[in-house]
């Protein structure tokens, strides 16, 4: 049974920084792809970033490139999501979630199987 659970969120300021955790069991992460997304009150999940966990290939929405960094630990089964210089906008809940491998870096929320309950990031002075 593929289980997701994420960690890590947490009420920070301005300009501060968080590091998610994604950790997964049921699978193995070699032959999948983790995606996050957020949600903020009234808005749609979006997509921000995803890796491959063969070769660890990633991708970033425009809109968090150069303060987000996603990378993963094999051997833990485990996604991270490091997020530097955090902003009031990156106020959301931070889902992490699961696809199968495929020749392209899947971004879309509808082609994820598998979805954690979510961690709350809230950026506040």
């Known amino acids: 049974q593929v289980q997701l659970v994420e960690s890590g969120g947490g009420l920070v300021q301005p300009g501060g920084s968080l590091r998610l955790s994604c950790a997964g069991s049921g699978f193995t992460l070699d032959y999948n792809v983790i995606g996050w997304f957020r949600q903020a009150p009234g808005k749609e999940r979006e997509g921000v970033s995803c890796?491959?966990?063969?070769?660890?290939?990633?991708y970033y929405a425009d809109s968090v490139k150069g303060r987000f960094t996603i990378s993963r630990d094999v051997a833990k089964n485990t996604v991270y999501l490091q997020i530097n210089i955090l902003r009031p906008a990156d106020t959301a809940v931070y889902y992490c979630?699961?696809?199968?491998?495929?020749?392209?870096?899947?971004?879309?929320?509808?082609?994820?199987?598998?979805w954690g309950q979510g961690t709350q990031v809230t950026v506040s002075s």
């Open positions: 979630a699961l696809t199968h491998r495929r020749p392209y870096l899947p971004t879309k929320r509808d082609e994820y199987d598998y």
């Open positions: 890796i491959s966990g063969r070769d660890g290939i990633t």
